[in-house]
């Protein structure tokens, strides 16, 4: 019996659902889901090493926003009132990545 046969009755559809009895598998089989499970493994490494990277970058430019936002407050409404503003807001920006 394959190993795809085996993964494909016990049940594993596209995740990780059940696995077959692993003392029903030959040393083959068993080699090739080791080795299934390994690449999936670093598959899914490579994506959370991407999506860490991508929330870094936004949480930065979140931060660039809201300085440039309070720089043209600044502008706007001259440098008294915005830098009250700006502190203020320099806050909120420090304390939504808590």
């Known amino acids: ?6 993964l494909a009755c016990s049940g594993k ?10 003392d029903q598998l030959n040393p ?12 999936r493994v ?7 090493t991407h999506h860490k990277s991508v929330n ?3 949480a930065h430019e979140f931060v660039l926003l809201k300085r440039f ?15 009250s503003l700006a502190h203020c807001v320099g806050r909120r920006v420090r304390t939504s990545f808590r």
């Open 1 to 6: 019996m394959s190993l795809s046969l085996v």
């Open 13 to 22: 559809i596209g995740g990780m659902t059940s696995l077959p009895n692993l």
């Open 28 to 39: 083959e089989q068993l080699r090739a889901l080791a080795a299934q499970l390994i690449q």
């Open 42 to 48: 670093e598959t899914m490494d490579k994506q959370i």
């Open 56 to 58: 870094e970058k936004l």
């Open 69 to 83: 936002k309070c720089d043209l407050i600044a502008q706007l409404f001259g440098n008294r009132s915005a830098t």
